[in-house]
């Protein structure tokens, strides 16, 4: 990532934690379903977003530009969400740990073979 890429990354996080602090968020029906199955709370959600870091953007997303956050819940358990900040409101599109196979680690993908 370069220089200009990482400004940009942390303008959109300080946005996509405003949006968090003042309450203007909304979770898709599929994130309240990934939340549930995976354990996760809205507060851990927003927990992990003051911490986190852009992973992966996904700037021709259905939703508009969206982006691939890594944090960490105030209990340390690690999780990934997708969101998107184009909206008036964060929205927020899916949540879940990252664990094998697909993740090798919290920030880095398994190689496609």
Known sequence: MGDADAGAFDALLEHMRSQCAAGQMRATLHADQEMLDEGFTLDDVVQAIQVAQVLESYPNHRRGPCCLLYGVTGSGRPVHI??????????????????????VTPTRRRPRE
Request: hydrophobic share 45%.
């Open 82 to 103: 997708v969101c998107t900040a184009a909206q008036p409101v964060l929205v927020i599109i899916t949540v879940y740990e990252p664990k094998p196979p697909k993740w």
